[in-house]
């Protein structure tokens, strides 16, 4: 049960991961490229509320894909803390546990003020007139966005249940010699003492390798090895954000380069430059 617990932990962090990516993208698709408030009737234009609206939706867009990555720079750091919820940490480690926790801690704040904020440059398309039912959607997404954050923390946050993990060491520490008898009769049997020797520690090794795999995928985001740990900062940074500039020049193909260090703060023109304070 514990292996297979470990396991799901890592698949389950990929998954959120992807969704993670995926809404985010979507996210900004809305910002920087739906249209919305058409015209009816025969002698409707081609103007819609966007056109005719004052925000610089290029700057809008460039602030939302900030907030973003910057909610992915500090989602990463929080997810590549060294583990702080280990069995020694409740011992003799709890002065390493207090300043991971607050480390932690602060990095969540910043990650729920950030979906905030996210939640800011809906308010200012709503109020330059995107529909009930768009503006639904976009909610929608934000929500996603905070389920899989939320999700990303518990699996960082929590591991398998320590009787299980204390019944694995144990049953891999004492378990062999109980064995001892059946590789002895073995040895007899084959009139090789090499060949006993070396099923019994080839069952010792295979065991307490099984016990380390399990051990080391608790927290499938710092692993030593790397094989089998997610590359966090691959995922979220080196490889999102290509993605986005790649989709920020088909939406906006006479932009100029964007800038790592834009101001993220949304700002509507209608409340007179003022950053909005909305929550919703």
């Known amino acids: 049960a514990s292996i297979g617990m470990a396991f799901t932990r890592r698949d389950r962090a ?21 249209n919305f408030g058409f015209d009816s009737g025969d002698n409707a234009g081609d103007d819609t509320k966007r056109t005719k609206s004052s925000i610089n939706w290029l700057d809008h867009s460039d602030r939302l894909l900030g907030v973003l990555l910057q909610l992915f720079r500090h989602l990463t750091r929080y997810l ?35 979906i905030g904020q996210l939640s800011d440059f809906c308010e200012i398309m709503k109020r330059e007139g995107l529909p009930p039912q768009e503006a639904i959607r976009i ?43 059946v590789y002895v009769q073995t040895a007899r049997d084959l009139n090789s003492l090499g060949v006993g020797i070396a ?16 051990f080391q995928m608790e927290d499938p985001f710092v692993i030593p090895s790397g094989l089998d740990g997610i590359r966090v900062d691959a995922e979220l940074l080196s490889n999102f954000k290509p993605r986005a500039l790649r989709c920020r020049k088909e939406y906006f193909p006479q932009a100029p380069p964007f800038e790592q260090d834009v101001d993220t703060k949304p700002t509507s023109p209608s409340t007179g430059g003022q950053v909005l304070g909305l929550r919703v």
């Open 14 to 34: 990929l998954t959120s991961i992807a969704k993670l990516r995926a809404t985010a993208l979507k996210l900004y698709e809305s910002h920087a490229k739906w």
């Open 80 to 114: 590549t803390l060294p583990t702080s919820s280990r069995a020694r940490h409740r011992v003799t480690g709890q002065k390493e546990a207090r300043e991971l926790g607050t480390v932690s801690d602060a990095l969540g704040e910043n990650m729920v003020e950030q």
């Open 139 to 181: 909610r929608q997404w934000e929500r996603f966005l905070l389920t899989e954050l939320e999700t990303l923390r518990m699996i960082k946050q929590y591991r398998t249940p320590q009787g299980l993990r204390s019944f694995g060491r144990l049953f891999s520490v004492f378990l062999p010699p109980f064995y001892a008898p």
């Open 199 to 214: 099923f019994a520690c080839l069952t010792s090794v295979a065991l307490t390798t099984l016990f380390e795999t399990v």
